[in-house]
Antibody
Framework: QVTLKESGPALVKPTQTLTLTCSFSGFSLSTSGMRVSWIRQPPGKALEWLARIDWDDDKFYSTSLKTRLTISKDTSKNQVVLTMTNMDPVDTATYYC????????????WGQGTLVTVSS | EVVLTQSPGTLSLSPGERATLSCRASQSVDSTYLAWYQQKPGQAPRLLIYGASSRATGIPDRFSGSGSGTDFTLTISRLEPEDFAVFYCHQSAYSPYTFGQGTKLEIK
């Protein structure tokens, strides 16, 4: 059974750096074709893709956020970490991680999500 | 980047009716890389359709997807009470990946 779970602070202050961890089980990110993405959703709004890391350590970022994002993986720990610098109240959202097997399979499954609020 | 525009924004239907949701891309998308998700309140999205027309594991056959190029459709043949939710299309043909803005399917 494949599962993913996000963890990180529920509250961050403006200008701080957010660090989120996606811990997963049931698959290996060293397997060819495996990918993990981060996606966020502000309250009441649509989904926004943020970043992706592949089994071969290729990394891809949202065009509008790429200067603030860094994605990395620890294959031995089955974890993917996302950092986002210079947090702002508009970054308040539920942050999800999700697996994709190749670019054609869709995100499946998703983690439960973690709500991050940016406020002083 | 590829912009996905979903219509309608809100669809009001009754159980038993047929639902047709549209997703239009700003440029041609290989149907291999078009997916649909369902999201219920307080829950993470769930994959319904991948490759434009393939149902994900465990998805009932009342859900179907079709389309090619720039126009894609999600159809729910006979609505069940548990189908009412928000639906998103998504493309993974081009980086950055993008999602549509969603269609809310509500009970009439």
């Amino acid at each position: 059974q494949v599962t993913l779970k996000e963890s990180g602070p529920a509250l961050v202050k403006p200008t701080q750096t957010l660090t989120l961890t996606c811990s997963f089980s049931g698959f290996s990110l060293s397997t060819s074709g495996m990918r993990v993405s981060w996606i966020r959703q502000p309250p009441g709004k649509a989904l926004e893709w943020l970043a992706r890391i592949d089994w071969d350590d290729d990394k891809f970022y949202s065009t509008s956020l790429k200067t603030r994002l860094t994605i990395s993986k620890d294959t031995s720990k089955n974890q993917v970490v996302l950092t986002m610098t210079n947090m702002d109240p508009v970054d308040t959202a539920t942050y999800y991680c999700a697996r994709m097997r190749g670019s054609y399979s869709g995100f499946d499954p998703w983690g439960q999500g973690t709500l991050v609020t940016v406020s002083s | 980047e590829v912009v996905l525009t979903q219509s309608p924004g809100t669809l009001s239907l009754s159980p038993g009716e047929r639902a047709t949701l549209s997703c239009r891309a700003s440029q041609s998308v290989d149907s291999t890389y078009l997916a649909w998700y369902q999201q219920k309140p307080g829950q993470a999205p769930r994959l319904l359709i991948y490759g434009a027309s393939s149902r994900a594991t465990g998805i009932p056959d009342r859900f179907s997807g079709s389309g090619s190029g720039t126009d894609f459709t999600l159809t729910i043949s006979r609505l069940e009470p548990e189908d009412f939710a928000v639906f998103y299309c998504h493309q993974s043909a081009y980086s950055p990946y993008t999602f549509g803005q969603g269609t809310k399917l509500e009970i009439k």
